[in-house]
């Protein structure tokens, strides 16, 4: 199984929609984050959370929210999807006690069409 | 500000060549850096890192060494494979608080047989 689940993996929605975008874990990672993919421009970073209760903007935080359930849940809500908002997205994980140099692990990612 | 340049896609090399994809950064500090792998509708999978100067990381057969002085951590591989076809993201981390990594935009890599 995977450590690092997101549902849906493809989701298709009209401008004005509500679409939340789900991740679990079961790596017992407390780190999670969210990362849009655009073509040609890498990935960039939506939001982060240390824990439960320590959520951060990212640099493209505008138009999306977040909501840490529990440690191993963290979910990207488009309040009011817009059509630059179709991309890929992606969560990824990391432990704090693998120290300053730890990486992250990646889910599948969800693609995102906004029509 | 921070941030990672890699050599812009896509590269075509016939298998069994030799691969180069170069990576410069830019960075405040001494930062980790990566090599992430993306496989054609996959997650990214970290492939390898270095965490200080003059240390190669390396992973099936991949090779990158962290060169301060360069500000380089370009992406080596003697024989390439069809297997290898994928998008190739180097990356950076600093030591701080927010813990974000800095990606570049990625090299899109195809292996011919």
């Known amino acids: 199984d995977a450590d690092v689940t997101q549902t849906p993996r493809n989701r298709i929605t009209k401008t004005g929609k509500r679409i939340m975008l789900e991740c679990s874990q079961t790596k017992g990672h407390d780190r999670m984050y969210w990362y849009r993919q655009d073509p040609g421009l890498g990935l960039r970073l939506i939001y982060y959370s240390f824990d439960v209760k320590d959520i951060n903007k990212g640099e493209i935080s505008d138009g999306y929210s977040v909501s840490r359930q529990a440690q191993a849940k963290f979910s990207l809500s488009l309040e009011s999807a817009i059509p630059n908002q179709t991309a890929l997205y992606f969560c990824?994980?990391?432990?704090?006690?693998?120290?300053?140099?730890?990486?992250?692990?990646f889910g599948p990612g969800t693609r995102l069409t906004v029509l | 500000g921070d941030s990672v340049t890699q050599m812009e896609g896509p590269v075509t090399l016939s298998e069994e060549a030799f691969l180069t994809i170069n990576c410069t950064y830019t960075a405040t500090g001494y930062p980790s850096l990566f090599w992430y792998v993306q496989y054609p509708g996959e997650g990214l999978q970290l492939l390898l890192k270095?965490?200080?100067?003059?240390d190669k990381g390396s992973n099936k057969g991949f090779e990158a060494t962290y060169r301060k002085e360069t500000t380089s951590f370009h992406l080596e591989k003697g024989s390439v494979q069809v297997s290898d076809s994928a998008v190739y993201f180097c990356a950076l981390k600093l030591n701080t608080r927010d813990d974000k990594i800095i990606f570049g935009k990625g090299t899109r890599l195809h292996i011919l047989p």
């Open positions: 990824a994980t990391s432990d704090t006690l693998m120290g300053a140099w730890n990486e992250q692990f």
């Open positions: 270095a965490t200080k100067a003059d």
